[in-house]
């Protein structure tokens, strides 16, 4: 259900790049072949939450996330001063972002039944990429993904080679972040 690791190390990256304060964060549902779990995009979320950024969560109609854990994000990023939108417009979800990141999930409506959520998926394989268009869309995003990542599938050749790509420092800070936690643990 969650992968909170992975969210402290993006939220690292965020400030890293960045800095602090309030930023416009889109994550976005993007095509995989297979239906992929939720625990990266449900603590992406919820740390975003909590940050206090201002959350756009874009996904196609059937892959939305949990009920209770949207209360939660929702309340979360209302005491913290940021906000969240949800749109199923890939297009609009982009412009003006300052942070994208891509992340693929299976459907709560198919859980248990791959091959009914393969098939339903197929419909999204080509609209639902990041690419050089969309990018232009934002306001100079960083990309971000928490790998491994399936180029040409997720996200394009040329925004993942791109300047604006945080891919490899946002897996560097995995080490970082965990290796903190620990010193956390033995003191």
């Keep these: ?42 603590s992406f979320a919820v740390a975003a939450a909590q940050m206090g950024h201002d959350l756009v969560l874009a996904h196609p109609r059937g892959y939305e996330l949990d009920n209770e854990l949207m209360n939660t ?41 791959p091959e009914k959520d393969i ?12 690419d050089e268009q969309k990018m232009a869309r934002t306001n100079d995003a960083i990309f971000m993904h928490c790998l491994p990542v399936r180029r040409n599938v997720i996200v394009t050749d040329g925004v993942i080679d791109s300047a604006s790509s945080v891919v490899i420092d946002e897996a560097e800070n995995r080490l970082h972040v965990q290796k903190a936690i620990l010193v956390g643990l033995i003191h």
């Design 1 to 42: 259900m969650h992968h909170p690791c992975q969210a402290l190390a993006d939220m690292m990256t965020i400030r890293e790049k960045l800095g602090e304060g309030r930023k416009k964060v889109l994550l976005s549902w993007a095509w995989h072949p297979k239906p992929l779990p939720m625990a990266v995009p449900n």
């Design 73 to 113: 994000i929702k309340e979360q990023s209302s005491d913290a001063g940021g906000s969240i939108h949800v749109t199923s417009d890939i297009e609009q979800a982009f412009e003006a972002a300052e942070v994208s990141y891509a992340k693929s999930w299976g459907s709560r409506n198919f859980y248990g039944a």
């Design 119 to 130: 098939a339903e998926r197929a419909q999204y394989r080509c609209k639902w990429i990041v």
